[in-house]
T-cell receptor
Framework: EAEVAQSPRYKITEKSQAVAFWCDPI?????LYWYRQILGQGPELLVQ????????DSQLPKDRFSAERLKGVDSTLKIQPAELGDSAMYLC???????????FGPGTRLLVL | DAKTTQPPSMDCAEGRAANLPCNHS???????VYWYRQIHSQGPQYIIH???NNETNEMASLIITEDRKSSTLILPHATLRDTAVYYC???????????????FGPGTRLSVLP
């Protein structure tokens, strides 16, 4: 069964450093999502891509976060500089179409010291 | 804000049916009910979704009331591995509905007890 891949699974960094997370969606899925999940809460959408274009980044802190999906397949989410409050699980999801069911990857757990 | 309300926690005995309720009194006609679960430290796992008819798959059954203002997810024979946080979400699948994405609430923490 096809799955969404994410790496790394865990990342520890010091504040003010740069971090990057990678996501490979299920093959053929045009829509890709990045979520952030703070411990004890549900996931919150950061950014949504349709192919290579951003269609919703209203909740993305653009002063320090950036996301790209250059060829419309895999995607990278970057934080620069990382802050203590960025410690969370970062989840990637994909769907065949933006109206369809989303399938999530295993996530990257970030700890900022 | 999430459009659903769920109890924060529930217990269920192993082997018994787990019935997880969800209220979505403001659901509109084009919004589907989705259920996901999240086992500790893993990504959310899709379970089932429906519009107005009851649905069943290999994981669970979804019962939606006739007025669509509430639903129940049923795990027919709960096992210890079903211990997780269960999220109920309503979401439109209309083609012109940009911005209507999944909004997760805090969910229900289901504990299956031996």
């Amino acid at each position: 069964e096809a799955e969404v891949a994410q790496s790394p699974r865990y990342k520890i960094t010091e504040k003010s450093q740069a971090v990057a997370f990678w996501c490979d969606p299920i093959s053929g899925h045009a829509t890709l999502y990045w979520y952030r999940q703070i411990l004890g809460q549900g996931p919150e959408l950061l950014v949504q891509f349709q192919d290579e274009s951003v269609v919703d980044d209203s909740q993305l802190p653009k002063d320090r976060f950036s996301a790209e999906r250059l060829k419309g397949v895999d995607s990278t989410l970057k934080i620069q500089p990382a802050e203590l409050g960025d410690s969370a699980m970062y989840l990637c999801a994909s769907s065949f179409h933006r109206t369809e069911t989303q399938y999530f990857g295993p996530g990257t757990r970030l700890l900022v010291l | 804000d999430a459009k659903t309300t769920q109890p924060p926690s529930m217990d269920c005995a192993e082997g018994r049916a787990a019935n997880l309720p969800c209220n979505h009194s403001t659901i509109s006609g084009n919004e589907y009910v989705y259920w996901y679960r999240q086992i500790h430290s893993q990504g959310p796992q899709y379970i089932i979704h429906g519009l107005k008819n009851n649905e069943t798959n290999e994981m669970a059954s979804l019962i939606i009331t006739e007025d669509r203002k509430s639903s129940t997810l049923i795990l027919p024979h709960a096992t210890l591995r079903d211990t997780a946080v269960y999220y109920c979400i309503v979401r439109s699948r209309r083609l012109n509905n940009y911005g209507q994405n999944f909004v997760f609430g805090p969910g229900t923490r289901l504990s299956v007890l031996p």
